[in-house]
């Protein structure tokens, strides 16, 4: 059994929403950020022999990469994560591991500490051999209060080892975007806390989600099929 010695005081939100209306957000989502980046070139003089050769040969990867993911990946989302080490990164960088994933807020005092136990529980199902294929990801729904620092605090009071955890935050934007793709509810309250739907959400080596459970606090065990299967299927 899974226990949290923290008292309530985050506030699980009850879904509301159509499970397949996570599909049409995804597409709007999708096709919203593509645009948006495709009007986001800035228009800012240079040096070429610093920057004009590494910048073109970057672009021409990161395209042809998201043009081999389904269209339903959520790699084609354009979302920077800076994890609790100070490493800034893409979201599309995970490509080619099964991700498990989530989103949290540090402050969170009840269902985020759950939401980590499950995770950790979850991970531990896995053979040994496949733990470490899996990546681990939360990310922060509180941008403004879940520094670097904060998150790295947070991981080490949960002892949460950063080569196998990742801890991250991004803007505003980002996370409202994010959110809409993996289909996770969330509010900000007057109160400084925020409501929220807790869900472990698994995602392919494509960024396809295919599989999710809220079920917190005990081991879902077809979930963790689920996430067998995926990191049994990237062994060498």
């Known amino acids: 059994m899974i226990t949290s010695s923290s008292t309530s005081s985050c506030k699980p939100a009850t879904a509301t929403w159509p499970r397949r209306g996570s599909a049409c957000l995804l597409a709007l989502a999708l096709s919203s ?8 070139q800035p228009h800012v003089h240079v040096h070429t022999h610093e920057l004009d050769a590494p910048a073109s040969a970057n672009t ?9 993911l389904p269209t339903n990946s959520v790699y084609h989302l354009h979302v920077p994560l800076t994890d609790q080490n100070g490493r800034t990164w893409q979201l599309d960088e995970l490509a080619g591991r099964p ?16 939401l980590i136990d499950t995770l950790r529980a ?16 939360l990310v922060s729904i509180d941008p403004a209060r879940d520094s670097v620092a904060a998150l790295a605090r947070l991981g080490e009071v949960h002892k949460l080892d950063p080569a196998r955890w990742t ?16 289909g996770i509810q969330y509010r ?18 494509q960024g396809h989600i295919t599989a999710r459970t809220a079920k917190m606090g005990a081991v879902d065990a077809a979930f963790v099929r689920q996430v067998s299967t995926a990191a049994a299927a990237t062994r060498p």
């Open 33 to 40: 950020s593509l645009y948006a980046q495709s009007k986001a």
């Open 60 to 68: 021409a990867s990161t395209s042809t990469a998201q043009a081999r």
């Open 99 to 114: 991700v498990l994933v989530s989103m949290f807020y540090g402050s969170c005092k009840f269902v985020c500490p759950i």
């Open 122 to 137: 979850t991970s531990e199902q896995l053979q040994p051999l496949d733990r470490d294929r899996v990546v681990r990801l």
């Open 167 to 182: 801890l991250a935050r991004t803007d505003a934007k980002s996370v409202r975007k994010l959110a809409a793709v993996l």
């Open 188 to 205: 900000a309250l007057p109160d400084g806390e925020f409501n929220h739907s807790t869900e472990l959400i698994l995602l392919d080596t």
